[in-house]
């Protein structure tokens, strides 16, 4: 418990970073009869840890007769996704844990044939200095990258009706956003996703336990594992998932959405659109700086555009300087109002790129003797 303590009073001062989170397993199953079946399946999903919490979730049973289930590591240690595991070493410790409980009791190691991976979730966290809802145009950003990487890429945010923010926003390969999907990114208020999960007492004692819970952007990789391999127990055991994926999922995020040189060009592309516009309306009779940007806003993701389109069409300096001037008020006006960032996409960007691509496992030349 004090060692426990000391590592949640050390997470709490973290500034972001990448963390364990779940995996899915199918168990190989051979001569297992109804009965022992069901028996089975009570004891995984009953089974807890040293500190008393259930971690492993039995999703179903296949038609090839094997059991599917999703183990999670930091559901192992405190019982909540919000624990972060950030060690190659926590990770041993679980699956260590769950084959000495289940694969290797005498009761069940002749219905054991082996173990297949099929899924691995890992998420980064981003700490924000505002709102959730207030990225709503970096999330745009994000898709309008995603787009381009993925030849049939689908980006879908779920919106809350009644406040009208984003909660959950999805970035798939393939347009399907459930898990048979085969890679995906999933970007969401982690706060708001575990508030309405948990006894209010819980979601209480989270927030004392973790300062930092509020602030968490949770920018969560998850890919179907297309191993043809059969893992014995003990290979299961001292299988390095962390250490085999994280770098390709870290590299994930880095080359689908904040891919920056991809952000340039888009950048780009929308100011010479922009201009083209600005230059057609600004003789018209009523044209006003405020009426144009108004009319403009759902695709003015980010001031900068805004600033560098100024600089294409208004020659004159003084003229120009005036007019940025202007938009500027209009847009901190528009982000008071709304609650949507505009002014500061760009350095925001540059924070996130840094946040993930600084990301590393704490113990990365661990491993198992």
């Known amino acids: 418990m004090k060692m426990l303590t000391e590592i949640i009073r050390l997470y709490s001062k973290f500034k972001g970073g990448n963390f364990m989170d779940t995996i899915e397993i199918s168990l190989i199953l051979d001569g297992i009869d109804i009965f022992k079946l069901q028996l089975l399946r009570s004891k995984i999903a009953n089974l807890t840890s040293p500190s008393g919490h259930t971690f492993v979730d039995v999703l179903e049973f296949s038609r090839a007769g094997n059991l599917i289930l999703k183990i999670s590591y930091p559901r192992y240690f405190t019982g909540t996704n919000v624990y972060l595991i950030r060690s190659k070493k926590e990770c041993f410790r679980v699956q260590n844990y769950f084959c000495k409980k289940i694969l290797e009791n005498k009761e069940w190691e002749k219905c054991i044939v082996g173990i297949k991976l099929l899924r691995v979730d890992i998420p980064f966290i981003f700490i924000m200095d505002r709102r959730f809802y207030s990225y709503k145009n970096i999330f745009y950003i994000f898709a309008h990258v995603y787009n381009i990487k993925k030849t049939k890429a689908k980006s879908k945010g779920f919106l809350d009706l009644i406040t009208d923010e984003f909660e959950t926003i999805i970035y798939s390969s393939n347009g399907n956003s459930r898990k048979d999907c085969s890679n995906k990114l999933e970007i969401y208020n982690q706060y708001k996703n575990l508030k309405g999960k948990v006894k209010e007492e819980i979601f209480i004692r989270i927030n004392k336990d973790y300062p930092d819970f509020k602030k968490r952007m949770r920018l969560e990789v998850s890919k179907r594992i297309n191993l043809r391999i059969l893992f014995s127990i003990e290979d299961f055991k001292n299988l390095d998932i962390l250490g085999k994926y994280f770098y390709d999922y870290k590299k994930y995020i880095l080359d689908n959405v904040l891919d920056l040189s991809i952000i340039e060009n888009l950048y780009n592309q929308w100011v010479e659109e922009l201009t083209h516009k600005l230059n057609e309306e600004k003789y018209s009779k009523n044209f006003t700086y ?80």
């Open 290 to 369: 405020e009426i144009f940007i108004l009319q403009n806003i759902r695709n003015l993701y980010d001031y900068e555009i805004i600033k560098r389109t100024l600089k294409n069409s208004i020659s004159n300096r003084s003229t120009r300087e005036n007019a940025i001037t202007k938009v500027r008020k209009i847009l901190r006006e528009f982000e008071v109002k709304n609650g949507i960032m505009v002014l500061n996409i760009y350095p925001t960007l540059l924070k996130m790129y840094d946040s993930i691509n600084e990301c590393d496992l704490l113990d990365k030349f661990y491993t198992i003797r």
